[in-house]
């Protein structure tokens, strides 16, 4: 069994922001020389998500207003308990939770094994500065 590990660093210059990696995990899978296994995507950040959706702008803007919904930004320390150890970010820490940590995505005859429309996304809810994303091949 082959094993190859790959992290990527994004930077996105907002606080909250949606970007396609599918051509990066893609870059990873084929350096991995993996034929069939499985491909972990992982956010190494507790207020950045990793998810597979379609790429499409005005599904994007609904996954914004959602968020903010569910879990808006709000930098004082009345509305989240979390802020009040001096952060500014316990609506990052939510959505977090509601966008997921990672995604595993079959890799068959050496390619991502995707339905239709499917892409990787990574999800920045407390950005402006670097973080990183796990990519882990497993497989034959």
């Not at 660093?9 to 899978?29: C, H, K, Q």
């Not at 084929?30 to 959706?53: D, K, P, W, Y």
């Not at 959505?95 to 999800?123: C, M, N, S």
Request: proline share 5%.
């Amino acid at each position: 069994m082959k094993s190859h590990t790959t992290y990527l660093t994004f930077r996105i210059p907002s606080r909250f922001g949606f970007l396609n990696i599918t051509p990066d995990v893609e870059a990873a899978v084929r350096a991995s020389g993996v034929q069939e296994g499985l491909c972990l995507v992982n956010a190494m950040h507790i207020t950045a998500s990793v998810f597979i959706n379609d790429d499409e702008p005005g599904l994007h803007e609904d996954f914004r207003r959602y968020l903010e919904a569910q879990a808006p930004f709000d930098a004082s320390p009345a509305r989240y308990q979390h802020n009040r150890t001096g952060e500014d970010n316990g609506d990052a820490h939510l959505k977090r939770q509601l966008f997921g940590r990672e995604v595993v995505v079959a890799v068959t005859a050496g390619k991502l094994d995707f339905g239709p429309w499917e892409q990787v996304f990574y999800g920045e809810f407390d950005g402006r500065r670097p973080k990183r994303v796990l990519v882990k091949i497993i497989g034959e």
